[in-house]
């Protein structure tokens, strides 16, 4: 199955599985759920805003950092652009923010509360190099329309 193929059953299974839920908490975690069972990624989870800095929400994958400050490592810089960051190699990334050894390749996509400020970053690694594209992107963008 193409990746759109998979990323499209996707959108529809977790637009029935959230529908009606209004927890964002219950919502991300589902969301994580999903798309790490998915795809098989290394790390995928949710980042929330609070105050100056990102706290660690629902994820899958090994434990984390807990906290970023605005505008540091790659979640903080999705936060402070307010645009997703694709990240084909880690090393490359000035200031990436190392969680785990492990990870090759990231993308960031910033979620919208309803005043359209960023209220939490949905943070996916791979331990594979450039596993992210315009494809990602785009779905998960919308994906995260979703919480
Ligand atoms: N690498 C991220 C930090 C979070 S972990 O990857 C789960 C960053 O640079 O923001």
């Not at 299974?13 to 994580?32: P, S």
């Not at 980042?47 to 790659?74: D, N, S, T, W």
């Not at 990870?103 to 919208?112: D, G, L």
């Not at 359209?116 to 315009?134: H, K, M, N, P, Y």
Request: hydrophobic share 45%; glycine share 10%.
């Amino acid at each position: 199955m193409s990746k759109e193929a998979q990323y499209g059953l996707i959108l529809r299974q977790l637009t029935a599985l959230l529908e009606g839920e209004e927890d964002g908490i219950a919502k991300m975690a589902n969301v994580a759920a999903v798309l790490h069972g998915s795809f098989g990624f290394w790390w995928t989870g949710f980042y929330r805003v609070a105050g100056e800095e990102l706290i660690l929400g629902p994820f899958q994958g090994p434990v984390a950092c807990m906290h970023i400050p605005f505008g540091k490592g790659v979640c903080g810089t999705a936060w402070k652009r307010n645009a997703s960051v694709v990240v084909p190699d880690v090393e490359q990334f000035p200031g990436h923010i190392a969680c785990s050894s492990a990870s090759r390749s990231e993308i960031v996509v910033p979620v919208h509360g309803p005043d359209g400020g960023v209220t939490a970053v949905l943070d996916i690694d791979s331990d594979r190099l450039a596993i992210f594209d315009e494809t990602d992107r785009i779905w998960l963008e919308k994906v995260v329309t979703l919480l």
